[in-house]
DNA sequence: CAAGGCGTCTACCAATTGGTAGAGAACCGG
DNA sequence: CCGGTTCTCTACCAATTGGTAGACGCCTTG
C-alpha cells in the first residue's frame, strides 16, 4: 500500500475544507472551484479524489458521522449515573461546538439537503442515538430521572445544542455574543434548564 | 389605488411560492426557472415585481417576519399567568408548523443564509423577542415560574420547536414519523419537558 | 377612438456551474 | 535508466444561472 503520502494529504485537505465551506456557506452556494481556490490547487485535482460534487459530500458525511461519534462516545465513557449522562451527552456537543465550529452547522446543512445525503448521516447516527436512548432509558426507569421519552428527549436536546451553537445570528438577536465565555453561559444554562426539567428541585450552584 | 388585482395576486402568488419553496429546497438550489415554472408563468415576469432575487428574498422575509409576529401575538392574547404564558408561545408555534410547514422551515434557512437576510429578519422579530423575555421575566419575578435567563429559555424553546417541527430526517432517525399526530405528540412531550423544568413538580396528565 | 401605462411575454447575454479529455510532471520498482 | 502508475494540471464544454432589452396585448382614461 504504497500510496503516497502527499496524496492523502491533498485527499484529506479536501474533505476538511469542504466540510467547513459547506458547513458554514452551504452546499449548493459552495463551488468546486471556490473550494479548490480556497486549498491553492485546480478544481479538476478534486475531481480526481471524489469524481462528483455529491460523491464528495458523501465522503464529509462519512468523516463527520465518524468524528460525532467518536466524540459523543469518548465523553460518554466516564459518565456517572442519572442526570450525569445527560450533562455528559450535553458537554461532548458544546465541546464539538467550540472546537470545531463549522461541523455542527456541516450537521444541519446535510439534514436540510434531504435524502440522499441526510438518510446517510441518519444511518450511521441510528446506533448511537439507539444507545443513547436506552442509556437514557435505564435511568429513568431505575428512578433517578423524571420519565420522559428518551428519543424526543435527545432529539430536543440536540435541537437545542446545535440551536444554541450555531444560529449565530438569532443569538444576536437574543442577546448573546458569539463568544467562547457566552458559549459557557449557554451551555451552563442549558444544563442547568435540563436540570430541573430532568431531576427537579435541586438548582445548580452558580 | 386602482393597483390591478390581478397584478397584486401575481406578486402574491410569487411570495407564497417563493417562501415554500426557499424554506424546502433552499435559496440557492431554488432558481428563478423553477419558481416561474412552478406558477405558470415567466421569469420575467417575476423579476418585473421583484427586480432581483434577493429582493425577492427580502420580500418574502418580510412577510414570513409578519407572519410569525401576528401569530405569536394572537396565540399569546389570552394567555393566562406563569407557565400558560410559555404553553402559548409554544403551542402558537407548533400551530405555524402545522399549518405552515415549509415557514418555519424558510425562517431555519434564512438564519443560515447569514447576512443581509438573517439581520432583517432578525431586526424585525426583535421586539417581538423583546416583550416575550419580558412576559417571562414578570413570572419569573412574581415567583410563579422557576428563574431561568429568559432570552436564553426564548432561544431554547426556538430551538427546539424548529428542530422538532422541520428537521424531518432527523426524525426518521429519532423514530418519529411525520405525521400530524406525532406532531402533537412531539409538542405535548415538549411542554411536559418545559413544564418540569419551569415550574417543577405537578405533572402533566396524559 | 387615441394614448399611454401596466403586466406579461420572447429573445438574448455574460458569467458560472459541474464535469470530460487528455497532456505532462513526479515518483516508483525492476 | 526505463516503463508504468500516481497525481495535478491546461483546455474545453454543455447546461444553467440571474439579469437586460424591448415588443406585444390589455385595460383605463381623456
Redesign the interface.
Known amino acids: 500500500m504504497a500510496t503516497g503520502e502527499r496524496a492523502q494529504r491533498t485527499a484529506d485537505r479536501i474533505l476538511v475544507a469542504a466540510m467547513r465551506e459547506f458547513g458554514t456557506r452551504?452546499y449548493?452556494?459552495t463551488s468546486l472551484d471556490d473550494l479548490a481556490r480556497g486549498l491553492g490547487i485546480r478544481k479538476q485535482t478534486i475531481l480526481y479524489w471524489y469524481p462528483t460534487k455529491e460523491i464528495l459530500l458523501e465522503a464529509v458525511v462519512d468523516r463527520c458521522a465518524d468524528e460525532v461519534a467518536v466524540r459523543l462516545l469518548r465523553g460518554l465513557e466516564g459518565a456517572g449515573d442519572g442526570f450525569g449522562r445527560v450533562e455528559a451527552i450535553v458537554r461532548a456537543m458544546f465541546r464539538l461546538a467550540a472546537r470545531h465550529p463549522s461541523m455542527l452547522g456541516f450537521l444541519?446543512?446535510v439534514?436540510?439537503?434531504?435524502?440522499p445525503a441526510?438518510?446517510r448521516?441518519?444511518?450511521r447516527?441510528?446506533p448511537l442515538?439507539a444507545s443513547a436512548a436506552g442509556f437514557l432509558d435505564d435511568e429513568m426507569v431505575a428512578g433517578r430521572m423524571?420519565r420522559?421519552?428518551p428519543?424526543?428527549?435527545?432529539?430536543?436536546v440536540?435541537?437545542?445544542v446545535?440551536?444554541?451553537a450555531t444560529?449565530?445570528?438569532?443569538?444576536?438577536?437574543?442577546?448573546?455574543e458569539p463568544t467562547l465565555a457566552s458559549l459557557v453561559?449557554?451551555r451552563n444554562?442549558?444544563l442547568?434548564?435540563?436540570e430541573?426539567?430532568?431531576v427537579?428541585?435541586q438548582a445548580r450552584p452558580r
Open positions: 452551504g449548493e452556494a444541519r446543512e439534514t436540510r439537503l434531504g435524502p441526510s438518510t448521516l441518519m444511518d447516527l441510528e442515538v423524571r420522559h421519552d428519543r424526543l428527549l435527545l432529539l430536543a440536540y435541537s437545542m446545535t440551536g444554541m444560529e449565530v445570528e438569532v443569538l444576536r438577536a437574543f442577546g448573546e453561559r449557554r444554562e442549558l442547568s434548564l435540563l430541573a426539567a430532568l427537579g428541585d
